[in-house]
């Protein structure tokens, strides 16, 4: 469903761009977002992004990170500049697919992951 990519290994104070695709029996899509969890530490919210564009960052990447999606390709992209070490972890796509336009007006959501892409942060 969530096919992600874009992680590798880059210096501390570089780029990555990365990018996630919904595919399969979609309708329409709703939030959309990343994740990241690092060695030893939960699951956290990197930024999400609504339907319409709104999008909700956390703090630790505020002003660095940068969430957007193209709609008609049901993909969403995380431009992650100026790296910290602390950024590494393995960073995880998620959505809220609606199926049909049933399970749309009716709230079915499927609430999908993809698997996750590594970005690590070292020099």
């Known amino acids: 469903q969530l096919q992600a990519s874009g992680g590798g290994l880059v210096q501390p104070g570089g780029s990555l761009r990365l990018s996630c695709a919904a595919s399969g029996g979609i309708f329409s899509v709703g939030v959309m977002g990343w994740y990241r969890q690092a060695p030893g530490k939960q699951r956290e919210l990197v930024a999400d992004i609504t339907s319409n564009g709104s999008s909700n960052y956390a703090d630790f990447v505020k002003g660095r990170f940068t969430i957007s999606r193209n709609i008609a390709q049901n993909t969403v992209y995380l431009q992650m500049n100026s790296l910290k070490s602390e950024d590494t972890a393995v960073y995880h796509c998620?959505?809220?697919?609606?199926?049909?336009?049933?399970?749309?007006?009716?709230?079915?959501?499927?609430?999908?992951w993809g698997l996750g892409t590594l970005v690590t942060v070292s020099s």
């Open positions: 998620n959505a809220a697919i609606f199926r049909s336009i049933q399970d749309y007006y009716g709230g079915k959501r499927l609430d999908a």
